[in-house]
Every structure is written in C-alpha cells, then in structure tokens.
C-alpha cells in the first residue's frame, strides 16, 4: 500500500490535487497496485480560521508517518503576508531537509514552444532547496520609515553545495551527461563562488560527465537561444526558482510542470512548480497536468514494475492529450479541468495491459 500525504492546499491547489488523485486511482485500478491519501488540512482558510500554519502536530504527522506527500499550492490573497506558505512549503523543505529540488521540463508537442522552429528541449532543474537567501536569516531596521533598512543574508555550506552537486552529477549519468552549473559568482563570490570550488572538487569523481558553469544571466539567454544545450542545469535556491519557471515556459508553461523536493532514503513531496493561481481559481479552468505528472514522478520513484508502468502510461497519456489539443485554454485548448481529468483517466483504462512482473522475478 503506497500512503501519501496530500497538502492541496490553496487556490487551484484543491483542485489540481483533485485532479491528480482521481489519476491515481485509475492508474492503481489499471496497472494492479493500491494507495491511500491522508488529507491535510492546511492552509489558508485553516489560517484564517484558526490562526494555524503548520502546527507541530501536523508536522510530527508528516514526518514520522508519511514518506510521500502530494501537493498543491500555497498563496492567498486573503492572506498577503502569505505566512502559511512560508510556514508549510518553505518549512517543510527546510525541516525535512529536501535538498533536492528536481523540476524536469520536456517539450511534448512543438506547438508548445514560444521559440522559432521545433527545437528539441528536454532538461532537468536540480534546484538546490534549503539554503541561499532562502534560510529567513535578516531583518529590517527602522521599518516603515523612509530611512527603512531591509536584509535577506545568503548562505551557502559547503555540504549542501556537494550533496546537491553530486545527486545533478548521478542524474546526468541517468540522461544526456551535460551539467550545467548556473551562478552569481561574478558578483556574489563568495556565497556563489563555494559552488564552483565545490563543483572543481566533485567533478573529478565524474570524468564521463561534461560540466561547465555559466552565469545566470547568460544561462537564461541561452536556454532560450540554445535550448538543447542544456540537460540537467544546478542552481542555488533563488537561480533554480527562477531558471525553473524558463525552462517551464519552454515547453507550455507552468500548468505541464512537475516536481519533486527530497531527501533521498528519507521523505519525498511531489508538487507542481505552479502556485496557487487566484487569478483563475475556482473556475474550474486549471490545467491539472502538472499536479498530474508530479503525480507520476511520484510512482516512477516507487520502484515497482506496476508503479513503473503506471508512471509512464500517465506520462503518455498526458502527451497524447496535449498532441490531439485537448487541454485547458492555457495551453490553447476550450476543456475544463475535470474533462482534461477524464480524458487521462480513459486513456489509462484503455492503455496497453502489460503483464506484471515483480522486479526480483
Ligand atoms: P502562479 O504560478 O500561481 O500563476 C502564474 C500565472 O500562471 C497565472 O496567470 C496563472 O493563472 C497561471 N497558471 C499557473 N498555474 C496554472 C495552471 N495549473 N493552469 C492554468 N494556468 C496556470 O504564480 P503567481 O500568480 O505569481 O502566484 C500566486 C500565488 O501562488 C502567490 O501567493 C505565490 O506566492 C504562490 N506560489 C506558490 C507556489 C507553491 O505553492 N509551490 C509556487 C509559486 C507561487
Ligand atoms: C516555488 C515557489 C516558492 C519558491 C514561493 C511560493 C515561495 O515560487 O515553489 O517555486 O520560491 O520556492
Ligand atoms: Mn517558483
């Protein structure tokens, strides 16, 4: 039994992660493995009810029960402090220490791509997830007032530079083996400038990797005037936050962007990079595909033959639905969220049944 915590959260979240459950159960159904989902509530309207962001029962709920959570989406504009996503999303990145923030974008239908001809793009965002400017470290001196002083400190460990370099390293060997480190360190040379000492050092342990650095600035013209160029791209918290949503609006935009935040052996959260869009929550307008395939990234990651398939069948799926133009109107199509879900879940009762083989068969 696969138990996962589900967090939708705010906004589209809730229905995102409606979406994405309804996945699973057709893909459980299909493919012959069984799951549970244990809601949480959390979130804005908790907060507006009770005071509450992330209470330590909760938390101790979510971290010694649970190794997966689902997702959706924090941000209120009921609430402009937005405390509970700092307290939830950036809390439980930091206090289950998911350091590693995978963000995959692959373009499944040319027609998706801003740029001129049909480029090929597929690469991964390995964002690094618990430091930078990030850590809440800072303060504000004479608030208000027109003398008002405001500071975010930067860090960067060196643990936390190797560890996340060397899971970018391993994925690279699992894909094209083309590292792209993105930084500062012309202007932030110390804090961005560990990274590339941190990267000298590991690259030796990877010689069949070819890595090289860029800075973010150039790294973000070049995504989008050399696209296949890049293959798994490493940025510090703040530079994969923001090269993340470019490489998503690559390929479609944030409503076909998953992701994963973890701490490999320990907890895994899966969540679409998209927030709590207000601007169209409600309408029943949300693309769910990316709450979808966060989904599938979390079943690819289980490790079964029936999970494996499931995974990539809902990948396929999603494909075959963006091809044939039937998606929400961002991504250019008239259905709504719950026919996208429904045209993913018959493609997934119709879809191929291959015999199940247990792994150590
Ligand atoms: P957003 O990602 O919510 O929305 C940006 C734009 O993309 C909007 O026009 C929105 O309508 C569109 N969009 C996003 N997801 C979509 C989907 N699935 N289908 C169709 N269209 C979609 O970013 P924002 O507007 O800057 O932020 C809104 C709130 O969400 C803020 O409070 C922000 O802090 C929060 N946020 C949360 C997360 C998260 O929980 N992981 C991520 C980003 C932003
Ligand atoms: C994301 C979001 C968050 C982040 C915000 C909501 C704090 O943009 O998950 O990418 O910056 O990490
Ligand atoms: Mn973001």
């Known amino acids: 039994m696969i138990r996962v915590a589900l967090l939708p959260g705010d906004g589209i979240g809730t229905e995102v992660i409606s979406a994405a459950c309804t996945v699973l159960d057709a893909a459980a159904a299909r493919f012959g493995f069984s799951w549970q989902g244990e809601h949480f509530d959390l979130g804005a309207e908790r907060y507006l009810r009770t005071g509450d962001t992330l209470p330590d029962a909760d938390f101790r709920r979510l971290r010694d029960d649970h190794t997966r959570i689902l997702l959706g989406a924090f941000g209120d504009p009921r609430v402009p402090s937005n405390i509970q996503a700092k307290d939830i999303l950036l809390g439980l990145r930091q206090r ?5 923030n995978l963000r995959p974008v692959r373009l499944l239908d040319p027609r998706l791509c801003p740029l001129r001809g049909t480029p090929s793009i597929d690469m991964a965002v390995v ?6 400017v990030y850590v809440g470290i800072g303060g504000s001196l004479r608030p208000d007032t027109a003398d008002e002083v405001a500071q975010s400190v930067m860090i960067a460990t060196r643990p936390a530079c190797d560890r996340l370099l060397r899971h970018a390293f391993e994925l690279a060997r699992r894909r094209r083996g083309v590292l792209t480190l993105c930084d500062k360190a012309n202007a932030i040379p110390e804090a961005h400038g560990l990274w590339r000492k941190s990267l000298a050092a590991i690259r030796n342990e990877y010689p069949d990797i070819q890595a090289r650095t860029l800075y973010a600035d150039v790294a973000a013209m070049r995504m989008v005037t050399h696209p296949h160029e890049f293959d798994v791209i490493v940025g510090d918290n703040l530079i994969g936050d923001i090269l993340s949503d470019l490489a998503a609006a690559l390929v479609g935009g944030l409503g076909l962007a998953p992701s ?8 895994a959260l899966y969540e679409p990079v998209h927030g709590s869009a207000p601007d169209i929550a409600g309408k029943g307008i949300a693309n769910p595909m990316a709450a979808i395939l966060s989904a599938a990234m979390l079943l690819g990651d289980e490790g079964s033959a029936a999970t494996a398939q499931a995974a990539s069948a809902i990948e396929q799926a999603v494909e075959d639905a963006v091809r044939a133009g039937a998606t929400t109107p961002d991504l250019g199509g008239s259905l709504g969220t719950a026919e996208v879900t429904a045209r993913i879940c018959a493609a997934l009762d119709a879809a191929p049944a291959t015999p ?3 792994a150590h068969a």
């Open 356 to 358: 199940w083989v247990p």
């Open 96 to 100: 289950l220490d998911l350091y590693v």
């Open 260 to 267: 994963s935040s973890l701490h490999p052996g320990r907890h």
């Open 127 to 132: 964002r690094e997830n618990t430091e930078s």
